[in-house]
């Protein structure tokens, strides 16, 4: 009986023995699980946050791609706008020796462009069809200046130093030029109220 009493003895210390390295062993997989859980669900946020962040920077990109060809819509829209501004003003001006105040503005052209060449003989060059005009304005404003009508223009006059090293164009299109480049971001302004 000593020898079955000691058999018992050596089972129920391998049982117990056995239930003790059960208990670990699945406290040991629980761990190692829960390990696996937690580095599982840290790589899943940081792959969740690299990829929010690489949407938010596609996003952006996209957002000035879309402010950038708006831009250059609008750009577009306002150059379209103002060429056809300058066309109507064109046309208007084109047809200005027409108009019954022609020889007062002619006057003015004269006497802006004279002035700024200063005193002494000068050479008026103008379009042949206001020959007769420029004529009169220079012996109305006492200007010695020799008359040339070799321009092509639809109004307005070329004044130059005998030596034709200054030059001061005072014609309809010389001025319709000026207002292009220098009135150019006026006229967006009244255009379009920025």
């Known amino acids: 009986m000593a020898y079955e009493n000691l ?3 050596v089972e129920e210390n391998a049982g117990e023995r056995e239930q003790e390295i059960r208990t670990r062993a699945r406290a040991a997989v629980r761990a190692i699980v ?6 599982a669900a840290d790589l899943q946020q940081t792959s969740l946050d690299e990829t929010k962040k690489a949407a938010l920077i596609e996003r952006n990109k996209l957002m000035y ?3 950038v060809e708006e831009k250059k819509q609008l750009i577009m829209r306002k150059e379209a706008i ?13 047809s200005l020796r027409t108009d019954p105040s022609y020889p007062e503005i002619f006057k003015k ?10 005193t002494g003989k000068c050479h008026v060059h103008v379009d042949k069809r ?10 109305g404003m006492n200007l010695p200046a020799v008359m040339i009508p070799d321009l092509t223009t639809a109004g307005g006059l070329v004044i130059t130093n005998p030596d034709e090293t200054v030059t001061i164009s005072n014609t309809v299109e010389s001025r319709l030029e000026r207002i292009k480049e220098h009135r ?4 967006y302004s009244i ?4």
């Open 191 to 194: 255009l379009f109220g920025g």
């Open 130 to 139: 206001d020959e007769s005009l420029c004529r009169d304005t220079l012996a």
């Open 34 to 39: 829960e390990a696996a859980e937690a580095r």
């Open 109 to 118: 052209l004269a006497q802006e462009a004279s002035g700024a060449i200063g």
């Open 65 to 67: 791609l879309v402010r």
């Open 82 to 94: 103002f060429s056809q501004a300058i066309t109507m003003a064109e046309q208007r001006l084109f």
């Open 7 to 9: 058999l018992k003895s």
């Open 184 to 187: 150019k971001l006026e006229i």
